[in-house]
């Protein structure tokens, strides 16, 4: 027999309404202070679309502003290339709180991406992320996403697949825009999609930064309404990579 002071292990459905409280406790907030308190003190300002960085990356092991560029870096993009440190990838919605909108940003660097480059065409590419490890400012409205929306135990991961390879022309440095069309699997439907990429590359670093625009009622995503606040029911998986080339 456990004793008074032993704890107690809270099902699902606990959780749950934990998570509800919490955030019925911040709506309540906003409505005493009003949508711009929370959309300013409890959310606050969401961080920027991912972009590539100005001009080209600084390759390894050179500082800003050396001379010595990358050798020959038209032909040393044609390879294969993968994720590493400083790579993200997420979601941004908006948020309506008495017809105010509040952009909510959720990102996490659980990503891992592989792109093959052939004469100067990226051939093959994808991108996987840990849904479950995806983060916001808050943490109820994570779970929330987490275990009821995307229903993470079922459907771990997200994944972004090339279909059609993408050509065009490769400066020496700068920025590349163009379009990425492929198919997006999350919450276990799967959908083709076209991203809007930009791409900054020296020959041995490259970094690749786009969205997609996406409804959640097409991959059978409920969009939560709480009845003060709401979701809207369109928003955009963003990502930003930065990619090395494999030896």
Known sequence: MSSPSSPRRLGRRGIIWIVVAVVALLAGAALVFGPAFYRDVIVGEAPPAPTVGAGTPTPEGTEAGDEEPASDPLTELDGSWTASEGSFAGYRVDEVLNGTDVTVVGRTEEVTADVTVADLTVTEGSITVDVGSIATDEG???????????EVEEFPTA????????????????????Q???????????????????????????????????????????????????????GFVEFHLVLDKSE
Do not use: C, K, M, W
């Not at 109820?140 to 995307?150: G, I, K, P, S």
């Not at 709480?226 to 029911?233: A, D, K, Y």
């Open 140 to 150: 109820a409205r994570d779970a929330y996403f987490r275990d009821n929306a995307l």
């Open 159 to 178: 994944t972004f697949t090339l279909t059609e390879p993408i050509t065009g022309d490769v400066p020496e440095s700068g920025t590349v825009t163009t």
């Open 180 to 234: 990425a069309t492929g198919e997006l699997t999350l919450h276990g439907v799967t959908r083709e999609v076209t991203a809007d990429v930009q791409v900054a590359f020296d020959g041995r670093t490259a970094e690749v930064a786009g969205s997609i625009p996406i409804t959640f009622e097409d991959y059978g995503v409920q969009a939560p309404s709480l009845g003060f606040v709401s979701v809207e029911p369109e």
